[in-house]
């Protein structure tokens, strides 16, 4: 997948717009027997709003004619029962349709949401959040416009303008093909129009999401561009991804304003057409006046179908690329994704091999070469080395977040590329140099470890972890609201409660990544308890710069430009005088400089 900035517009796979329509209308199957009594219903009202006309012909020609007052009352009453059902019965099919239109909406949002959950750490690296947010959000809403026309509208337009052809048809053919006549001419017009729009369309929706991403971004960064003082510049890059999204929505609005004058010149021309020949018709004897009159019903009746099905299809066209950008993102599949018959992880010991791995982030990345180490069950490993040298990529393939393209990862002596993903990371814990806390409560965030955890398994937890004065001397303890992101506490906060958290979640191989290190001296201290009983009876792997917090792991391994270059205990790579003994040295000399 090509990588993505926040500018630059996104690749689109391309469908016929009958495949895309044909996918849309695949999520009205789950339903087909509402859909069976909606179009009952909406036959019964078009076959009474067809019916009207006829019946005013009938009693034109035939009551008013032979001035029959009694026959017109009986006919009158038949005419207002007539409109009552029609009434009666559109308003629950409007009503059942909408549901029906809502509900297939949070499918889609669903699916795309759960669809979106499944897929790999490189769909995520190669797009800003803001972009996804577009497709779950603004894409969504727009399929929405176009389900909500196409169900409630579209599909009864459609029977009225064939009842409406069958009627016409049958009571003078002359007139009828005159009705239609400018129809094809209409059609050619339209769909000249629809190629153009069609592509402006799709580029007002990419300029939309840049839009998006790029406003997502910035808010998210907010407290760099106001430490840096830099809102002027921010607010000139917003102003210029507005301003192309809305340049593109207008020249896409213009393209498509074309189409209303298109249908109104057609529909004058189409009406002088049907008067004129009705005139001559007329006078000539070969039509009653209750006909013209009944056809001049119709013609107002085959035109509001028409006008609507122009408005469905250039909210069709203005909306379609939001379905193409839905069904692009459902259609990529996760790189690392369970084989069918994959074998279900047994409960891990901890035993940890890298066999000749070399990994590539992209063909021009390659974060590591010919990897080799094991690790033993229960063992507390350290990498550690220089930035960038591959320390994180190592975790995030224990974690299966990415899959080796040479060697293989063994746990247990399984190769975890063969194991179900769910089975394998449930076992796992990996805690992130970027401590994540969701805006809830703290007790909630910690209960994320373990769904089903009780309030003293948590407040447990939290004690073991030294995190439970702290927490005690907020307003609401336990409860306190932790808001977006977990700001309303201190970096070093934050890790103390993910630490509780992992170690609710109770895994069998526990990965932590600079996890120690926003947390002060103090606090380091206050913690080295817990963490310690977080490490015991598992295997554990410590990504860590400050080399004091490793001193008494079972084995260090030094990373460099994606090799283990050393490895061995603190003391060992201390007296070898190599790669570790530098990066101590230059720390110990700072710290006591
Ligand atoms: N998602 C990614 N896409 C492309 N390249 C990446 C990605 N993540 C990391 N890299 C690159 O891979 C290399 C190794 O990165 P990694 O994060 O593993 O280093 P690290 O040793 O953990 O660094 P640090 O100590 O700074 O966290 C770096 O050159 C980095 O730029």
């Avoid at 304003?257 to 109104?264: A, E, G, I, K, S």
């Avoid at 891990?348 to 070469?369: C, H, M, P, W």
């Avoid at 994180?392 to 974690?399: C, E, N, P, V, W």
């Amino acid at each position: 997948m090509a990588h993505n900035a926040i500018s630059q517009d996104e690749l689109i796979a391309k469908h016929s717009s009958f495949t895309t329509i044909k996918r849309i209308l695949s999520y009205l199957k789950p339903y087909r027997l509402r859909v069976a009594v909606i179009i009952m219903l909406m036959l019964i009202v078009m076959a009474c709003n067809v019916l009207i006309p006829y019946m005013l012909q009938v009693s034109i020609d035939t009551y008013v004619s032979s001035k029959n007052v009694q026959g017109l009352i009986k006919f009158g009453g038949l005419l207002l029962l007539i409109s009552f059902v029609s009434m009666v019965v559109s308003k629950y099919r409007l009503l059942w349709m909408n549901e029906l239109a809502n509900k297939i909406l949070i499918n889609i949002r669903h699916e795309l949401y759960t669809h979106i959950q499944t897929l790999s750490f490189s769909f995520f690296d190669n797009r800003p959040v803001g972009k996804i947010l577009a497709r779950v959000v603004g894409d969504v809403s727009s399929l929405q416009n176009l389900l909500n026309t196409c169900v409630t509208n579209t599909i009864p337009d459609l029977f009225t303008l064939v009842f409406v052809m069958i009627m016409m048809f049958s009571m003078n053919p002359k007139l009828a093909v005159c009705s239609i006549i400018i129809i094809p001419v209409l059609m050619i017009s339209m769909f000249t129009i629809e190629i153009k729009a069609t592509k402006l369309w799709a580029d007002s929706r990419q300029k939309r999401s840049n839009f998006i991403a790029y406003s997502h971004e910035a808010f998210s960064g907010i407290k760099v561009t106001e430490g840096f003082n830099k809102e002027d510049f921010k607010a000139k890059g917003f102003y210029k991804s507005v301003s192309d999204h809305v340049n593109a929505f207008d020249t896409a609005v213009k393209v498509q304003d074309l189409f209303w004058p298109t249908v109104d010149i057609s529909q004058g021309i189409g009406t002088v057409i049907v008067f004129l020949a009705g005139y001559f018709l007329v006078k000539n004897g070969s039509l009653s006046s209750g006909t013209l009159i009944a056809f001049t019903m119709y013609i107002g009746m085959l035109w509001r179908p028409i006008i609507n099905l122009s408005d469905f299809y250039t909210t069709l066209i203005s909306n379609f690329s939001a379905a193409e950008r839905i069904f692009d993102i459902l259609d990529i599949n996760p790189d690392i994704k369970s084989d069918t018959n994959a074998l279900i992880m047994p409960e891990i010991k901890g035993n940890i091999r890298f066999k000749n791995v070399d990994f590539f982030y992209d063909k021009e990345t390659q974060a590591l070469s010919n990897i080799n180490f094991e690790i033993k069950a229960g063992q507390k490993i350290a990498f550690v080395g220089e930035t960038g040298a591959g320390k994180s990529t190592i975790a995030s393939l224990i974690s299966r977040f990415y899959d080796p393209q040479k060697g293989q990862i063994l746990i247990d002596g399984i190769d975890i590329k063969h194991v179900d993903i769910e089975s394998l990371r449930s076992q796992m814990g990996i805690m992130l140099q970027d401590t994540f806390l969701f805006s809830s409560s703290i007790k909630e965030n910690i209960r994320y470890g373990k769904l089903d955890a009780t309030d003293d398994e948590i407040i447990a937890a939290a004690k073991a972890v030294n995190a439970h004065d702290f927490i005690m001397s907020l307003e609401d303890g336990y409860d306190t609201n932790v808001n977006e992101r977990g700001s309303r506490l201190s970096l070093g906060q934050r890790q103390l409660i993910s630490f509780a958290r992992a170690l609710l979640a109770n895994p069998k191989i526990l990965i932590l990544d600079e996890a120690t290190s926003n947390i002060d001296t103090h606090t380091e201290r206050l913690v080295q308890k817990g963490i310690q009983k977080l490490l015991t009876g598992r295997t554990s792997i410590v990504i860590a710069h400050r080399l004091s917090t490793i001193r008494d792991c079972d084995k260090i391994m030094v990373v460099s430009d994606g090799k283990i270059i050393e490895c061995g205990t603190h003391e060992q790579l201390l007296r070898q005088k190599g790669a570790y003994y530098d990066l101590y040295m230059a720390q110990y000399s700072f710290l006591s400089a």
